[in-house]
């Protein structure tokens, strides 16, 4: 009787255990693929190429070995939870600042590329034409999103379609105005290529506006920053040069809580600073 109570407990567990390690196999396979796939997609719409699960692979290898690393040097606790945190969102936070740049950089180049095809337009170029003479000239990400737009079109896309491809994939508001100005023109019809030149001129100047309020408002987001950041500079050095006297920080039920009070009141401050230095034009 014992015997068969102990197989039925130990078939039971080995049913369990066949059952937990194949949802978690199949819950890895999930998020790999979505990972991947995710991953992919953006670096194209950057025009970066690489393998997502070669990244994947990487990113992995850091989230687990870094903190691995901290806690065998015996480092504390909060370090090693710090680079667990800031490593789990490394990869949206390198993908953001990839898009911001380009975005920056696309932006910054527009002025001059709609001034060049509003010129070719008035001598007598097609909007099409006047765009691939620009492409030929052009170097940089706006010389391949409207190179990547001339494809889409070679390939069969109407020129509405592959705007607002244009625009789905650089999410600027500046673009917006480009597109939404094209199409008008081509629906109602009008002067496309004075309307180009107008809207180099404004985004132009709105460019220049925001240059300027960047450099205004550049010591106040330093400020913020360092507000934000100093005590947990502070409490690091505590850490490593007196780690005695700080071990009830984060050993006790009380020091947690403190810790947590301190998080929540700097991303509050350090939100609102932002949210005051942050002009829209």
Known sequence: MEIAILAAVFLSAMLVGY?????????????????????????????????????????????????????????????????????????????????????????????????????????????????QSMVQEQRGPLGQEFSLLLREQRLGARLEEALDNLGERVQSEEMDLVISASLIAQEVGGNLAEILARLSETIRRKLEMEGKIRSLTAQGILQGRVVTLLPFLILAALLLIEPEATRPIYTGLLGWAFLLVILILQLAGGAMIKKIVTIDI
């Open 19 to 131: 059952a937990m390690l194949d949802s978690s196999t199949h819950a890895w396979e999930r998020y790999s693929q979505r990972f991947t796939t995710t991953t992919e997609s953006h670096l194209q719409k950057l025009f970066l190429f690489a393998d997502g699960r070669r990244l994947l692979i990487g990113w992995l290898t850091l989230l687990v070995g870094v903190p691995t690393l901290l806690w065998f040097l015996d480092q504390p606790i909060v370090f090693v939870l710090a680079a667990l945190v800031l490593l789990a969102a490394l990869p949206r936070f390198v993908l953001a600042r990839l898009a911001e740049r380009r975005r920056r950089r696309i932006n910054e180049s527009l002025p001059d590329a709609l001034a060049q095809i509003a010129g070719a337009m008035r001598a007598g170029a097609t909007f099409t034409t006047a765009v």
